[in-house]
């Protein structure tokens, strides 16, 4: 079995045909995935007995003549900020480099209970804040296409571990781009559902309000099968919403005709030529296969930069108090007092980028200064929201670039965090408008590198969505057209 | 802690000031779990048991309000007469401390569950209005347990078992005159809390606690002076002392030539004194912004309408009955109508009776008496309130004099057996009966002659020594009406 080369649907068929068993599977995924990691560093830590005990119920189903659920023998990866339960939950953090859940995300019951092997915890930033994947204290991860550059952020190791082939699909979170950015790096298929369609339960919260779990996959399909293994209404979840879940595949018919296609002029300036060439080309592959394309403006958008690093830094400041050094955070050695302890713990523990984003936080919160910024940037968001529910009525779907610019080397922009954060800029209006997008591959550089285009539809319009993404895919676009 | 009393002004310069106090009372809700998991809420439970990952504000969980929470904070703000919001947000109040494991408190702040209610109190006969400015909704924090262990001077222990547990916050205005008054809207406050059954209310155990907002102005001033925040009331008592101190030290601060200063104090119980903690401790900036992992709660009118009807009749209006359907004094239906148990004991006796005034006077006087000195509450009583009720209407008919009804209630309260049972076993019962009297009183007039010339000759207190005879023979069961009216008419003769 080359793993690399497994779909969903294909792993099913041959465990069911008894080709090979998920213990079989597993064992050749966990022994792969430990080898490879060494050149991507995608996985923090393996869970080499939750894999096999995955494994063994799949087979212990076939064997009885049970279904063994969509997602049967699916080797996966676990973006490390999702909560397994007795498994390690780093969250790329030194604070939490021994930190042990006693429970399971909402998101991993329902995968494992599909059917799928959680092989490890993958590499992020910590607490899902960068773009690069350089700010994990366990080590930046390598992109597999090129060691040199980075895979994207902060979920770079959930999407390093598909595109090394090491997994088959992986679970990551996006609350600016955190999916979409290192999907298209990587070139890979990265999904961010709706707000509210998969249960955040058990995701720490890097920013409630913008925070999302997403699939990962080399596939539409199989992005659309895991999606929708994990989505649903979640009592724990009082964001979750109530909306039933329809079967994704089921409109997947290849055919695109009469689809409407709105590009954001504002998406289009100050893009890397080789980037807005794949775009172009992509997007006349979208035109040959019957959708209408017409221009369309968003106008708020130069604005959802600003926006988006208030409310996300002002939230992670509070989500983030709970790293004190209290409990299960690592305490610093011997403080004199309770203040000092604090200081001590979090100022030891917490890595640059998060300091950075706590102190910003802190700042837009505080007395005197909350009107200014966090009302206002609450504001602009209600109006990208409504650019994007006045485009809705005219478009179907919005295509755009996922990044201005193909993976860069590491170390390159680590040093200039506002360079960083605008390469968030095409994806946090997504997560800022809490619809559904996602990146799917448009071929690469001349150099090699991936390039990701984006897909936006209204909200719970992921059917819309898939449908697009999984006909450009049938026609050849992944590879480039 | 350096505790020191201060210097405190006199009873006459305290006279030339205005106390104005606001009350910020913390009640904790009678739900069966918590206000954001499904934990119990009972109390005394081994250290860090009652607990989950929500409670525990560990990485990845989230809050879920109880929805009973809700409707227990919807029912205590209507009978505060409160405007409840049909939207009202949670808020995070962030703040570091051992017992707050998130981190932050989900409280409400710019737009609360209820606002613009108000509390009648009765002060010196009148009636005194007290604003209530909002009730809003927030979960507790844990306990941090400063003694009681080996190492306990090393170390700070946590248990966080109340974490999560549900409160209400009810802010008063700064309607307040004096302690007094104060001490008079805790009472009915916690009176309507009570008959709602919000909450126990049992200080003890913390699920009502009080903190006074107290600042002085000399009289007829439009500003307010300086306020000081007073914590760690835990009795009613407690809160009057404090008060009284407070106030006493403020006016002697100004009196001095000082100012008062903004601040957090603690109350002494022990040495009955405020002691102003360190302003470091309480100079926060708490960075409130809407919750976001709660939707907006939302409270349609007819979710609230059917709050509305459920509810019990509260303390004023059941005072307001007992004084127009009972005839009962003010003061009385206040004292009857302190508990349901109470007032429910004294309406079944007062039906049964037919006597509701005497039925008002025996529960107050002989009932209480026996309750309070055997340390039993009314639900305990081994004399049901119809019993009593029976008891009082052979009074009426009068079957009992008043002083036997004593002792028959005495025996009635020691055995529990019915009033009739008593009367008939011992033979209490009255004589009543003119003929059988008047056969007595022939005969007590036909052997004492000596007596009876006295009484002629105009010596009229005589009288009394004839009805003790006539008491004697009958082993006191004649009723003495009855013999007196005998005695004038035979005598006058
Ligand atoms: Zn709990």
């Known amino acids: ?481 | 802690m350096a505790s020191r009393a201060d210097v405190l002004a006199s009873a006459e310069v305290l006279d030339k000031y205005e106390p104005v106090i606001g009350l910020e009372v913390h009640v904790q809700l009678a739900t069966r779990t918590k206000i954001f998991c499904g934990c119990p809420t009972s109390f005394g439970a081994p250290p860090n048991t009652n607990v989950c990952p929500v409670c525990l504000g560990l990485p990845g969980a989230l809050p879920v309000l109880n929805e009973r929470a809700v409707e227990l904070a919807a029912q205590a703000a209507l009978a505060l007469s409160c405007r409840v919001n049909a939207v009202s947000r949670l808020a995070r109040k962030n703040y570091f401390y051992p017992d707050l494991p998130k981190g932050y408190q989900i409280s409400q702040y710019e737009s609360p569950l209820a606002e613009h209610g108000f509390i009648d109190i009765r002060i010196n006969d009148a009636v005194k209005r007290i604003g209530v400015t909002r009730v809003h909704m927030e979960d507790d924090a844990g306990k941090s347990l400063h003694e009681g262990f080996r190492d306990s001077e090393r170390y700070t222990y946590v248990d966080l078992n109340r974490c999560g547990a549900p409160l209400i916050e009810i802010v008063s205005e700064p309607d307040m005159r004096s302690s007094e008054e104060a001490y008079a809207y805790l009472t009915e406050l916690k009176q309507r809390l009570q008959y709602l059954q919000v909450s126990t209310c049992d200080m003890e155990k913390g699920h009502l606690r009080c903190d006074a907002n107290v600042s002085v102005r000399l009289r007829g001033a439009e500003k307010f002076g300086a306020k000081a925040e007073v914590k760690n009331l835990n009795s009613f008592r407690f809160l009057r002392m404090a008060l009284d101190y407070e106030i006493a030290r403020q006016v002697a601060v100004i009196e001095d030539g000082g100012t008062v200063s903004q601040e957090t104090r603690l109350y002494d119980a022990q040495n009955n004194i405020t002691v102003g903690m360190r302003s470091k401790e309480h100079a926060h900036d708490y960075r409130y912004f809407p919750e976001p992992d709660l939707l907006p709660l939302q409270i349609g009118d007819c979710w609230l309408e059917g709050l509305r009807n459920a509810m019990p009749e509260l303390p004023g209006e059941k005072r307001a009955r007992f004084v127009q359907s009972y005839g009962l004094r003010e003061y009385d239906a206040e004292v009857l109508t302190q508990t349901q148990e109470l007032a429910a004991y004294f309406e079944k006796a007062a039906t049964v009776s037919r006597n509701p005034v005497e039925a008002s006077k025996w529960v107050q006087g002989d009932l209480m008496a026996l309750l309070n000195a055997q340390g039993k509450p009314i639900a305990e009583s081994p004399v049901a309130p119809e019993q009593l009720g029976e008891l009082l209407a052979l009074v009426s008919k009068g079957e009992l004099s008043g002083k036997m009804a004593k002792q028959v209630f005495a025996r009635m309260f020691a055995t529990g057996a019915a009033a009739r049972e008593i009367v008939e076993r011992e033979g209490m019962r009255q004589i009543s009966d003119a003929g059988e009297i008047e056969k007595i009183v022939d005969d007590v007039l036909a052997r004492n002659p000596k007596q009876v010339e006295q009484y002629r000759s105009g010596k009229t207190a005589v009288a009394a020594f004839f009805v003790g005879q006539v008491m004697k023979a009958t082993r006191g069961q004649a009723n003495p009406q009855a013999v007196n009216d005998l005695l004038k008419q035979k005598l006058g003769r």
Request: proline share 5%; hydrophobic share 40%.
């Open chain 1, 1 to 481: 079995m080359d793993i690399a080369q497994l779909t969903l649907d294909r792993i099913r068929e041959d465990l069911i045909a008894r080709r090979y068993s998920a213990a079989e599977l597993a064992t050749e995924a966990l022994r792969l995935a430990e080898a490879e990691n060494p050149k991507t560093n995608a996985y923090i830590h393996f869970c080499p007995e939750r894999a096999l005990d995955a494994a063994r119920r799949v087979d212990g189903k076939i064997a009885n003549g049970e279904d063994p659920g969509a997602l049967a023998g699916a080797a996966v990866a676990v973006k490390d900020v999702i909560v397994t339960k007795d498994v390690r939950t780093t969250c790329g953090s030194r604070l939490l480099a021994n930190y042990i859940p006693p429970y399971d995300a909402t998101a991993v019951i329902r995968m494992e209970r599909a059917g799928a092997m959680i092989l490890g915890k993958a590499n992020c930033d910590e607490f899902a804040m960068g773009s690069s994947n350089e700010n994990s204290a366990f080590g930046a991860v390598r992109n597999p296409v090129d060691p040199e550059r980075v895979p994207g952020g902060s979920s770079g190791g959930p999407a390093a571990a598909v595109a090394q082939g090491t997994a088959v699909v992986s679970l990551g979170s996006d609350t600016g781009g955190s999916i979409r950015q290192p999907a298209s790096f990587c070139g890979v298929v990265g999904v961010t559902p709706t707000y509210g369609r998969v249960s955040r339960y058990g995701l720490v919260a890097f920013a409630s309000s913008l925070d999302h779990i997403g699939p990962f996959a080399r596939t539409v399909s199989d992005a659309a099968a895991l999606l929708h293994a994990i989505a649903g209404r979640d009592e724990m979840d009082s964001t979750s919403a109530f909306a039933p879940v329809p079967d994704y595949r089921a409109g997947m018919n290849g055919g695109l005709r009469g689809v409407k296609l709105g590009l954001p002029r504002e998406y289009f300036k100050g893009l890397a030529s080789e980037t807005g060439n794949r775009i172009e080309a992509g997007v006349g592959l979208l035109k040959k296969l019957g959708c209408e394309v017409r221009e369309i403006s968003l106008p708020a958008t130069d604005y959802a930069i600003a926006c988006y690093y208030i409310i996300c830094t002002a939230e992670a400041s509070s989500n983030l108090a709970r790293y004190d050094g209290v409990r299960y955070t690592t305490r610093s050695a011997s403080p004199p007092n309770l203040i000092d302890m604090y200081r001590a713990s979090r100022g030891e523990g917490f890595g640059a980028e998060c300091k950075r984003r706590i102190m910003l936080g802190t700042y837009v919160l505080s007395a005197g200064y909350y009107d200014a910024y966090y009302l206002k940037a609450q504001k602009v968001r209600a109006l990208i929201a409504r650019d994007f529910q006045q485009a809705f009525e005219k478009v179907d779907a919005i295509v755009t670039p996922v990044s201005p610019f193909p993976a860069f080397k590491i170390g390159e922009k680590i040093d200039d965090p506002m360079e960083m954060y605008l390469s968030d800029i095409y994806t946090i209006t997504g997560d800022l408008a809490g619809i559904p997008c996602m990146s799917v591959p448009c071929g690469k550089t001349a150099a090699g590198l991936p390039v990701g285009m984006q897909i936006l539809t209204n909200h719970f319009d992921e059917p819309g969505m898939f449908r697009i993404a999984d006909a450009y895919e049938r026609a050849g676009g992944f590879a480039g057209a």
